[in-house]
C-alpha cells in the first residue's frame, strides 16, 4: 500500500505586483491556514516518509509550517523545481520515482496541476483543490510505479474552510 497526501500551497500575496510568481510569498490568511491544516493532519497521525515541494516560495513556506507541526525533519524536506514548473504528468512521473520502500509520500504544489493530477490518480471529479487543501489517496500497490486510479481509494479532502 502507498499514499499520498497532495497539498495545494497556502494562500498567496499579490500585494506586490513587482515580483515575479515563483516569489510571491504568503499572505495572511495563508500564514493562518498553514499551520491549522497541519494541526489537523497532526491529529490525524500524518507523518510522511518524504516530503517533497515546489521550490516557489509559497510552497516552501507552507511545507516548512506543516513539517515543523506534524515532526517532520526539516533536513529531509525535498525540493523539486518541476512541481512549479511542470504538467501533471511530469509532475506525477516525480511520485512515480520514488523508491518503492517509501510508503507514504507528501507532494506540495500549485494548481491547476495538482487538482488534474488529484483527478486522474482518483477518477473522482475534485474540480479544485483550494489553497492549502489536502487530497489524500491509498493505492494498493507496492511500487510508486503502479499509482493509479485502478487501484486508488480516497482516504480524505481536507481544506481550511471545510468545517
Request: charged share 25%.
Amino acid at each position: 500500500m502507498k499514499q499520498l497526501f497532495i497539498v495545494r500551497h497556502a494562500k498567496s500575496s499579490w500585494k506586490d505586483t513587482s515580483l515575479p510568481d515563483f516569489e510571491r510569498p504568503l499572505n495572511k490568511r495563508g500564514k493562518r491556514d498553514a499551520p491549522l491544516m497541519g494541526e489537523r493532519l497532526k491529529d490525524r497521525g500524518v507523518l510522511p516518509d518524504l516530503i517533497i515541494s515546489s521550490n516557489a516560495k509559497r510552497a516552501r513556506k507552507t511545507t516548512k509550517i506543516i513539517a515543523a507541526i506534524i515532526a517532520y525533519p526539516k533536513n529531509k524536506l525535498v525540493y523539486n523545481e518541476g512541481i512549479y514548473s511542470k504538467g501533471t504528468k511530469e509532475i506525477t512521473a516525480i511520485v512515480q520515482a520514488v523508491d518503492a520502500s517509501v510508503r507514504t509520500v507528501m507532494l506540495v504544489g500549485h494548481n491547476p496541476e495538482l487538482t488534474l493530477m488529484a483527478e486522474e490518480l482518483s477518477a473522482l471529479q475534485v474540480n479544485n483543490i483550494p489553497t492549502c487543501g489536502i487530497f489524500s489517496l491509498e493505492f494498493s500497490c507496492s511500487s510508486w510505479l503502479d499509482i493509479c486510479a485502478d487501484n486508488s481509494r480516497l482516504l480524505f479532502f481536507d481544506y481550511p474552510k471545510k468545517l
